[in-house]
T-cell receptor
Framework: AQTVTQSQPEMSVQEAETVTLSCTYD???????LFWYKQPPSRQMILVIR??????QNATENRFSVNFQKAAKSFSLKISDSQLGDAAMYFC?????????FGAGTRLTVKP | EPEVTQTPSHQVTQMGQEVILRCVPISNHLYFYWYRQILGQKVEFLVS????????KSEIFDDQFSVERPDGSNFTLKIRSTKLEDSAMYFCASSEVPLGSLYTEAFFGQGTRLTVV
């Protein structure tokens, strides 16, 4: 079974600074997608960014970008110019057609 | 903007009772999922469903659980005899049929908080 590992249960960043959240995964599949979801206190899962495994170019979405290292099976999320509203649980997720698994999550605190 | 809706938002039930959690996926989506999140813990995959049958299920999804698409719009999760440890947030998600190798993201509902007492 595929596994997703987030080794940082908690991270903290100063407002306007940059923070990187780590994620590694284990799979034997060659075709898959990777996602970062944000879960604010409202509890709803919100997609932040996604990366297709067949694309070498790292995905970018405004202040959010990823560093996708396919050979290393690593998929980290970088948040630039952190804002107070970025405070949330962040989940890394791995997806194939029938299956989507999440990491344990990283709780991000943003300090004013 | 289309969204996945879940009802109820909060369900309290006595241990041993049956509960049905309801979800209305986005209308043109054909892949459906249920996830569970015990408070403060990771999001756990329960089951995926496509073409009126289970595609994949996790070890959590035992005989106490079942899923159904009773009509063209609803997707339900039934827990036959609830246990205290079933208390959790349950998320429904749906996604489009993938085109070739283009898998889209899953869109999540706001969740149903199940409390078993």
């Amino acid at each position: 079974a595929q596994t997703v590992t987030q080794s940082q249960p908690e991270m903290s960043v100063q407002e306007a600074e940059t923070v990187t959240l780590s994620c590694t995964y284990d799979t034997s599949e060659s075709d898959y997608y990777l996602f970062w979801y944000k879960q604010p206190p409202s509890r709803q899962m919100i997609l932040v960014i996604r990366q297709e495994a067949y694309k070498q170019q790292n995905a970018t979405e405004n202040r959010f970008s990823v560093n996708f290292q396919k050979a290393a099976k690593s998929f980290s999320l970088k948040i630039s110019d952190s804002q107070l509203g970025d405070a949330a649980m962040y989940f890394c997720a791995y997806r194939t057609i029938n299956d989507m698994r999440f990491g344990a999550g990283t709780r991000l605190t943003v300090k004013p | 903007e289309p969204e996945v809706t879940q009802t109820p938002s909060h369900q309290v039930t006595q241990m041993g009772q049956e509960v049905i959690l309801r979800c209305v996926p986005i209308s043109n989506h054909l892949y459906f999922y249920w996830y569970r999140q015990i408070l403060g813990q990771k999001v756990e995959f329960l089951v995926s469903f496509y073409n009126n049958e289970i595609s994949e299920k996790s070890e959590i999804f035992d005989d106490q659980f079942s899923v159904e698409r009773p009509d063209g719009s609803n997707f339900t999760l039934k827990i036959r005899s609830t246990k205290l440890e079933d208390s959790a947030m349950y998320f429904c998600a749906s996604s489009e049929v993938p085109l070739g190798s283009l898998y889209t993201e899953a869109f999540f509902g706001q969740g149903t908080r199940l409390t078993v007492v």
